[in-house]
């Protein structure tokens, strides 16, 4: 029993020396948003580069110009983010083509329903369904 006493008391003391050494306190910092946001959108703007040098009819068009798509893609892994930043915002400003095609399909197929229905009266090889 002795020895068990000694134990508990060398423990205890070991656990009380631990307990009461100085810890240091823990600290913690805002991170500004435009930090975390600047990172963010870095990562995403070289993500969609990659996208687009893997997509087939750009490789077609690199080959054609005579640029290897790895030597592309080593080069756009070399730029610095404020680079390939600028280049997705102009990949994204360029317009699609078919845009102002689709937009006036959509506008002549909503005209005509219009027409059909009896909203409105700007085809004459319509009838309407309102008399």
């Given amino acids: 029993m002795k020895t068990f006493d000694k134990t508990l008391t060398r423990f205890l003391i070991a656990s009380l020396i631990y307990f009461y050494l ?3 306190a823990a600290h913690a910092e805002l991170v500004p948003t435009y930090r975390l946001t600047a990172a963010n959108q870095s990562e995403s703007a070289r993500q969609k580069l990659e996208r687009y040098l893997r997509r087939e009819d750009m490789r077609a068009g690199l080959e054609r110009n005579g640029v290897d798509p790895a030597a592309a893609k080593a080069r756009v892994d070399a730029l610095a ?45 319509t009838r309407s369904v309102k008399k």
Wanted: no cysteine; aromatic share 10%; proline share 6%.
């Fill in 81 to 125: 983010d404020e680079d390939v930043a600028a280049i997705a915002g102009k990949i994204d400003s360029l317009p699609a083509g078919g845009e102002i095609i689709g937009a006036l399909v959509f506008i002549f197929v909503l005209l005509l329903v219009t027409d059909i229905l009896g909203f409105t009266k700007i085809y004459s090889f």
């Fill in 22 to 24: 100085p810890i240091p």
